[in-house]
C-alpha cells in the first residue's frame, strides 16, 4: 500500500491538515477540482499556512481527479453535500482496501460515499480544529482543537494513524466515533439554525433560551431513540456552555448564509428530522425550525438541502 495522502479540498481543512503533513515529511498530493484551478495553484507556487506569527509556504504537489495512478489513502476535505459525488468520480482510481478519511460535518454524508465506494474502508472523524480561507491557496489556522477518528465497522486504527501525531494534528482513535459526530450534529442543531433566524451572534441566542432549551429536549429524546445515550447527556448544558464560550463568534451556518455560500443543512438539522421520521419520534419544534430555516435560505436564494 502506498503511503501517499491524497488530499481532495484545498479549502480551509483540507489546506491545514495538508500543510501539517507535508511540514512532517509526508508523501502529500492535493487533488483539485479541474484544470484551471490546476493551473491557478501552480501560478500561486504552493499553499500558504499562516498559524499565529507564522507564514510558510507549501509546494505540495497537485493533479485533478484523472490523474493517473491508484489511490490508497484519501482524506475527503469538502463540504458534505460535495462528498458522495467527488469520490464518485475518484472511484476509478480507488484501490481495493483503500482508505477514506471523512472530515464532513454532520451526519448522511459518510454513508453516501460509503455507497459509492463500497471496497474502501470509511473512516469518520469531527473536528473541533478552527481554520479560514484568507484567499485561494492561503488558509488561516485560527482556532486550535481536537479531532476524533473512528471506523464505526472496524475497532483497530489504521496503521498511519501515528503519521497525525508525527504530523502535529492532535487526534484519538475512538470507538464511539459516532456518538461524537450526533453530540456535535446536536449542538449544531441546537445553535446555528437559530442564530440564522435571530441574525445574532451565538451570544444572542442567550436572549433565547426557551426556545434554545425546548429544541434540546427534543433532540435528547431523539439521540435516545437512535441508539446514542451518551450523546444526549445533559445537552442542554453543554448547549448553553457552548453559546457562552463562542459569544461573540458568529456559527458556521450563519458565515454561511452571510457569504451568500450553501450550507450543510441537508446532514444537520435535515439529517435530524429524517432520523425522527424513521424512528417515529414526534420533534414538533425542530420540525417548525427546519422549516423556518429553509424558508429563511429560500429567501436568500440559497439552497435549502
Ligand atoms: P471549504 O469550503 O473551505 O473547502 C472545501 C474545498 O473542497 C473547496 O476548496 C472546494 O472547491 C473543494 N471541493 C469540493 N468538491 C471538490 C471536488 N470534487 N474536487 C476537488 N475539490 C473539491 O470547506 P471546509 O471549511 O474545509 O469544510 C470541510 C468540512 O469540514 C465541512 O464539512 C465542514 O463543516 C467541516 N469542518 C470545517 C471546519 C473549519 O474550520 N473550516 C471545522 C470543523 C469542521
Ligand atoms: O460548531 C459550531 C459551529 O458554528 O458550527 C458551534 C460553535 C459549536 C456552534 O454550533
Not at 478552527?130 to 465497522?153: I, K, T
Amino acid at each position: 500500500m502506498s503511503s501517499t495522502w491524497h488530499i481532495l479540498g484545498a479549502g480551509s481543512l483540507g489546506s491545514l491538515w495538508a500543510c501539517r503533513l507535508a511540514r512532517a515529511g509526508k508523501a502529500v498530493r492535493l487533488i483539485l477540482r479541474d484544470t484551471q484551478r490546476l493551473a491557478a495553484y501552480q501560478a500561486a507556487g504552493g499553499l500558504t499556512l499562516v498559524e499565529q506569527e507564522r507564514v510558510c509556504r507549501y509546494a505540495i504537489p497537485a493533479q485533478t481527479d484523472d490523474a493517473p495512478g491508484p489511490i490508497h489513502r484519501l482524506l475527503l476535505a469538502c463540504k458534505a453535500y460535495d462528498a458522495a459525488p467527488a469520490v464518485a468520480r475518484l472511484a476509478p482510481r480507488l484501490a481495493h482496501g483503500a482508505e477514506i478519511v471523512l472530515l464532513q460535518n454532520g451526519l448522511g454524508s459518510q454513508d453516501e460515499v460509503a455507497e459509492q465506494a463500497p471496497h474502501a474502508r470509511c473512516i469518520f472523524a469531527s473536528s473541533t480544529e478552527g481554520a479560514f480561507r484568507e484567499q485561494d491557496w492561503r488558509v488561516n489556522f485560527a482556532g486550535h482543537g481536537f479531532n476524533w477518528l473512528g471506523d464505526p465497522a472496524k475497532p483497530t486504527p489504521p496503521e498511519w494513524f501515528a503519521d497525525l501525531h508525527e504530523a502535529g494534528i492532535p487526534a484519538q482513535w475512538t470507538p464511539d466515533i459516532l456518538s461524537r459526530l450526533w453530540r456535535k450534529l446536536a449542538l449544531n442543531c441546537a445553535i446555528n439554525p437559530l442564530t440564522v433566524l435571530h441574525d445574532c451572534q451565538n451570544g444572542g441566542l442567550l436572549g433565547h433560551l426557551t426556545e434554545v432549551c425546548g429544541l434540546c429536549e427534543e433532540l435528547a429524546v431523539l439521540l435516545q431513540r437512535c441508539g446514542q445515550p451518551l450523546a444526549a447527556e445533559n445537552l442542554d448544558e453543554e448547549v448553553q456552555r457552548v453559546i457562552l464560550a463562542t459569544a461573540a463568534n458568529y456559527s458556521s451556518m450563519y458565515q454561511d448564509v452571510h457569504h451568500g455560500r450553501r450550507t450543510e443543512v441537508h446532514y444537520l438539522l435535515g439529517h435530524a428530522c429524517r432520523s425522527a421520521a424513521r424512528h417515529g419520534v414526534a420533534i414538533d419544534r425542530l420540525e417548525q425550525l427546519h422549516r423556518r430555516l429553509v424558508d429563511n435560505l429560500r429567501a436568500r436564494g440559497l439552497p435549502s438541502a
